[in-house]
């Protein structure tokens, strides 16, 4: 409760019965004219007043708020709840566990480590795509899952027993962003504070960047990284700027023919177009009702892809319609309602709020899309995807394979509609001389495969050999899927199948989306092109995608093929998806099951045909294509509120496979030293109570110089561990064989394992490393080492060591969007871990900006209009940054001085190179941190 009111603003409102004190943002001068996202965080504001965190001209201050100004104003901002999935959220629970331990050590008492905000954590991440396209994939998927993760599942059913107000869906029951809008999200939450029973609005912070998709439920919510999320549940407040608000005008409807992955690839390539980091992007407009609330929970779960911390819908009743679908008592909807209404965040399309800028989209002039081969943003029409894929395509393939394709263009016409021709054709017989004929190997394309059953086909570049109905984005979305299932039934009635190279997945996010397939029988149609359920979980969009067919793999790698993955998620970036797959497309599901039947990018959907039918007539996409009232039809007829009440009932008990795992007890884990899922964290050791000083940093090394775009997915550990990598030797040298090596995502709570693949990205261009491979960028997790004679490649880690040893810092040098991607901690922590104190980039992405800081490590940026190559640095420079222990008298520099001098490693005549990098610490919460080696050191010091 506010232990300051300088506002008067407390007051009751009675719904059915039940009074609830509420704090009224009406008692604030400048209210009205605020976005619904700012009145949300003046409420926050006004009810956690306490004079020092919170003051009374903070409030003032957002009141009064200028659309048109930069932000500058810290604000405290306390979420209501904090929400996790598993990937992210088992580091939080290792470091809490480990943060007892601390506090013991430092004389404090154990039990104040517990979340102080209600945390939520939904085992999503974990499940592999390892069996596909039979009916027994789900189940044995489970099987597997629990196989490999029991280590890190007993640790989580301790937690739940362990930790207050945590609580743990098990696995195999949905992706945590659709749980949240289906079942946890309360849109304006009660819960009793200080013996006074409250009501505010529902506002969260995620250790996933797509915590933004309950947006579209108008609750205000974002991804921060793991270190930010576990300083909220100990109730420390999120240090932030108001920022500055884009309203996106929405008019008029989709078109048919359009689906809502279509209109979410459009704002998402408008939003970053326009340039949106660090800002909220509001809905408004008249045409705000005509988006059903699965629409704009699809556009608000892409809010990382356009790059803005929140996209964000107001409450009307949509809202409240999907609050009743989705079995909500009513009173809860009736509170929401009431309370919408009083506080002025009810929707009014008349009233047009202040904005800092203004867009605007007709959504009947969106038309079909896809975006890749590798970025979000990157929106390709469907009617040019093909041209455009032969134009991408040069950027994949080798020179030798790139010359083949203007050979298949020119000469062979190979046919566009399949690159897998029946052996045997007139083109079969003109490729096989032109294989034989001594060409070099990565030239023989495309290249003749035979599968087990003896059945052969050619595969070629842009090839799809994963096909996905997969992420929260769209499955959350009953149009788009149902949409798929239908296009299904009409390909499996004119006898179309998937081509034999594309492995099919499909992952409903909740068991709804299974009930309501089961109930309109789209489920019999989808098996029937083999996209059989594999899981229950994120699957395919964070890279649990399993092995591809095996004779396609090893296709692909003997011949160095640049085949494609096309999937319904929300992000695409290189090696993320498949280590076998160069090239990624997002499409909507119903675009998913078409590219499986084409089985090729080099693909035009107006001209070319999916196959023919019974009757030996070509059937294009058109006429399997589903029309929008037929959709409509089945959504009316086969999803109902009583699914949603069966599905969450018993949300948080989990089957027998969960029940029945041994629970370690006691308040204080412990750690069994043999694991290699769970460790206990290093972060607090040697901690004492008194801070240490900042230090400049003095004769550090180069780490990486790194180019523009680099994401957290380059620098976080995710995906399949390498054999022959850091991790895996570390892995075997602990009695783990090859099969059992799981994911990095998986083992997230092992730091051991994780330091060792921080850096390690099989597509990370480390350009340092050409200087000692003839001027080639090796791409992979290597860096120079110059501890050693002639500054070698080696792996980051080893190197990382050898510099540990010489007691030598380390920076990174990187270009613009810096970080962009999820908020992944690891990419943090693994950094701070390996000893590097200061990273200098063009500019940053906004989480991870701050979770360096909050592992201790300095955010610079070179001068504007500078980078590392235009001021002439090439990585071999010894560095020196100096300014910083002004952080020690209170005061936050805006630049400091960085010197880089040529080492011997130098090129001969290199000089000095001296400039003034910006200090990107924004906040004076920010400066705590830092000066405090940590946001955790910050949390267990204040706690003591």
């Not at 007709?362 to 943003?377: C, E, H, M, N, Y």
């Not at 052996?423 to 495969?449: C, L, M, Y």
């Not at 280590?579 to 001209?607: I, R």
């Not at 909050?854 to 504007?864: D, E, K, T, Y």
Request: aromatic letters at 8%; hydrophobic letters at 35%.
């Amino acid at each position: 409760m506010s232990s300051i009111n300088s506002f008067s603003a407390q007051d009751t409102l009675n719904v059915g019965g039940t009074d609830y004190e509420i704090f009224r943002i009406d008692t604030v001068p400048g209210y009205e004219k605020l976005p619904f996202s700012l009145k949300v965080l003046l409420e926050n504001l006004l009810r956690t007043e306490d004079g020092a965190n919170v003051t009374k001209a903070q409030i003032e201050a957002l009141g009064s708020w200028d659309p048109d100004a930069e932000p500058d104003t810290e604000i405290q901002f306390t979420p209501a709840r904090v929400v996790m999935q598993d990937f992210t959220g088992v580091p939080c629970i290792v470091d809490l566990a480990t943060m007892r331990e601390a506090v013991t050590a430092l004389g404090g008492n154990p039990d104040k480590i517990n979340p102080l905000s209600p945390a939520e954590m939904v085992i999503d991440h974990s499940v592999i795509a390892d069996l596909f396209g039979t009916e027994n994939a789900l189940e044995r998927n489970v099987e597997i899952e629990y196989e490999r993760n029991g280590e890190r599942y007993q640790f989580l059913r301790w937690g739940q027993t362990a930790f207050q107000d945590f609580k743990v869906v098990p696995p195999g029951t949905g992706i945590v962003h659709q749980v949240n809008i289906e079942h946890l999200a309360k849109v304006i939450y009660d819960r009793v504070n200080g013996g006074v029973l409250q009501a505010y609005p529902d506002t969260c912070v995620g250790t996933d960047s797509h915590t933004t998709m309950v947006n579209g439920l108008g609750v205000l919510g974002w991804g921060v990284g793991g270190i930010e999320a576990e300083a909220a549940m100990l109730g420390q407040p999120v240090s932030m700027l108001i920022p500055r608000v884009v309203g996106f005008k929405l008019t008029g409807e989709i078109p048919a023919g359009v689906t809502a992955t279509d209109v979410v690839l459009t704002i998402t390539d408008m939003l970053r177009r326009h340039g949106v980091v660090g800002k909220f992007v509001e809905f408004y407009g008249a045409g705000v009702a005509s988006v059903p609330l699965a629409n704009r929970a699809t556009i608000g779960n892409m809010s990382p892809e356009f790059g803005s911390t929140a996209a964000i819908f107001p409450i009307d009743d949509v809202t409240l319609d999907y609050l009743r679908l989705t079995g909500r008592d009513e009173q809860t909807v009736a509170l929401v309602e009431a309370y919408a209404k009083l506080q002025h965040l009810w929707h009014d399309a008349a009233h047009e709020p202040a904005y800092s800028e203004y867009m605007e989209l007709d959504l009947g002039t969106v038309v079909p899309s896809i975006a890749g081969p590798k970025r979000p943003q990157d929106r390709i029409l469907l009617s040019e995807a093909k041209n455009q894929f032969e134009k991408d395509i040069l950027n994949y393939a080798t020179a030798s394979t790139t010359h083949d394709i203007v050979d298949l263009e020119s000469k062979h016409s190979f046919p566009a509609s399949d690159p897998g021709a029946v052996p045997g054709d007139e083109e079969t017989e003109t490729r096989e001389v032109h294989i034989s004929s001594g060409a070099p190997a990565n030239a023989s394309k495309p290249v003749k495969v035979t599968t087990p059953e003896g059945a052969s086909y050619l595969l070629d570049n842009g090839a799809v050999t994963l096909a996905a109905i997969t992420s929260c984005t769209n499955t959350s979305n009953p149009s788009v899927m149902i949409a798929a299932g239908l296009l299904a039934k009409k390909a499996v009635d004119k006898g179309l199948k998937r081509k034999p190279w594309v492995k099919t997945t499909l992952g409903p996010g909740s068991k709804v989306v299974t009930d309501y397939y089961e109930k309109s029988g789209l489920d019999k149609a989808l098996e029937g092109l083999d996209f059989y359920t594999v899981g229950y979980g994120c699957t395919i969009c964070i890279g649990n995608s399993g092995p591809l067919i095996e004779e396609v793999s090893t296709a692909i790698n003997e011949n160095d093929l640049a085949v494609t993955a096309v999937l319904s998620g929300n992000r695409n970036f290189e090696g993320r998806i498949s280590p076998d797959v160069k090239m990624n497309y997002l499409a909507s599901p119903p675009l998913v099951v078409a590219y499986a039947l084409a089985g090729s990018m080099h693909f035009d959907f107006e001209t070319d045909a999916l196959g023919k039918d019974q009757n030996g007539d070509d059937v294009f996409l058109k006429d399997i294509w589903p029309d929008p009232a037929e959709v409509q039809q089945i959504i009316d007829s086969s999803i109902s509120r009583e699914q949603f009440i069966k599905q969450y009932a018993t949300v948080f008990d989990g089957d027998e496979r969960w029940t029945s795992l041994p629970t370690p007890e006691g308040p204080i884990f412990e750690w069994d030293a043999d694991s290699t899922y769970v460790r206990k964290a290093p972060y607090f050791e040697g901690m004492s109570m008194e801070l240490t000083p900042v230090a400049d940093i003095h004769g550090a090394r180069v780490m990486a110089t790194l180019g523009d775009s680099v994401t957290t997915d380059h620098i976080s550990p995710a995906g399949n561990i390498k054999a022959g990598t850091p991790a895996a030797q570390y892995l075997e040298e602990h009695g783990v064989e090859r099969k059992d090596f799981n994911s990095y995502g998986s083992r997230r709570g092992n730091h051991e394992v994780m330091i060792r693949g921080t850096f390690a990205n099989i597509r990370l261009k480390n350009e340092l490393v050409s200087a000692v491979n003839d001027g080639q960028i090796v791409e992979g997790g290597y860096t120079r080492d110059f501890t050693l004679e002639g500054g070698p490649q080696s792996y980051i880690y080893d190197a990382c060591e050898n510099y540990a040893a010489q007691g030598t810092p380390l920076v990174v040098f990187g270009g613009k969007e810096y970080g962009s991607g999820s908020s992944r901690d690891w990419a943090a922590k693994g950094t701070s871990l390996l000893g590097v104190k200061a990273v200098i980039t063009e500019s940053f992405e906004r989480i991870h900006r701050s979770n360096l800081i909050g592992m201790g490590v300095v955010p610079l940026q070179f001068p504007a209009g500078e980078s590392w190559k235009s001021l002439g640095l090439d990585g071999t420079e010894i560095v020196s940054i100096t300014g910083l222990e002004q952080l020690n008298e209170g005061v936050t520099p805006k630049t400091v001085r960085v010197v880089a001098s040529p080492s011997e490693f130098s090129p001969e005549g290199k000089q000095t190179v001296e400039f003034d990098a910006v200090v990107r610490i924004d906040t004076p919460g920010e400066a705590d941190y830092y000066r405090n080696g940590g946001i955790l050191q910050y949390v267990l010091r204040s706690l003591v």
